[in-house]
């Protein structure tokens, strides 16, 4: 055991703390030379879940050689000339601690709740109702299967020709391709050309011609997007009442 020193101010060092009891624990931890074991023992109860009346504390050099054995609480820390770099290591003397048998490592030890899956069907607000409610309302959802004739009913009175107007942006324009687009995605569609350039294309999409308009005043969506009816082409020059 080291000898006692004497400690200038308020001087510490910065040590590696493993645990006996939790091999995955490794800490680097500063310490006063000034304080007390039992200081010491207090901030390390705090780290790591031991008491301090059932830790013992072993005292390691930076090549791995034991020491001291920290046995005296009233003891300034620096009185076992700890140095930077060294590892204090701890013992659990309790053997029924929470730090036993894995417990705060080990989570195969804890028991899983579980529940029936009649039991799971029969609970609001599950995530499985969530994403049964999302598919519902979003066919177009990965795992949620789209079939050919998706949205068929709401083509019946869009005609190829009809004025119109797309809910995205309130953009207006004229009718100019109804049906199935197999290369977009199953179900049905309505193309149409934009009275000014806010289309994505010419009505060529991924390779295939479903109607012929001016560069960026195409656009393909679905039926649900467009509202036919008297909408005539807006005045660029028009202004609001003042």
């Known amino acids: 055991m080291a000898s006692g020193l004497q400690i200038q101010g308020d001087e510490s060092v910065l040590l590696r703390v493993t645990h006996s009891n939790l091999k995955s624990f490794s ?6 030379l000034q304080m007390p074991v039992e200081s010491v023992k207090e901030k390390l109860w705090r780290k790591c879940g031991t008491s301090v009346n059932s830790m013992g504390l072993q005292l390691y050099d930076d090549t791995n050689t034991k020491i001291s054995d920290l046995t005296d609480n009233s003891r300034p820390f620096g009185f076992y000339s700890p140095l930077d770099g060294y590892r204090l290591h701890v013992i659990d003397l309790d053997p029924s601690s929470v730090t036993s048998g894995g417990w705060l490592e080990d989570t195969s030890l804890v028991e899983k709740y579980s529940i029936s899956e009649e039991a799971y069907e029969k609970r609001d607000g599950t995530f499985r109702k969530f994403k049964g409610k999302l598919n519902s309302q979003n066919p177009s959802t990965p795992g949620n299967k789209i079939f050919d004739n998706y949205m068929e009913d709401l083509c019946a009175n869009i005609k190829v020709g009809n004025r119109c107007e797309v809910e995205l942006g ?37 390779g295939v011609q479903y109607f012929d308009c001016p560069p960026l005043h195409g656009a393909m969506v679905r039926p649900d997007k467009v509202k036919v009816g008297n909408y005539p082409e807006r005045d660029p020059f028009e202004v609001d009442e003042i």
């Open 27 to 32: 800490a680097d931890i500063r310490f006063s």
């Open 170 to 206: 309130e953009k207006r324009g004229t009718v100019k391709f109804v049906g199935r687009a197999e290369n977009l995605a199953p179900g049905y569609w309505v193309g149409v050309q934009y009275d000014e350039p806010l289309g994505k294309h010419d009505g060529m999409v991924k």
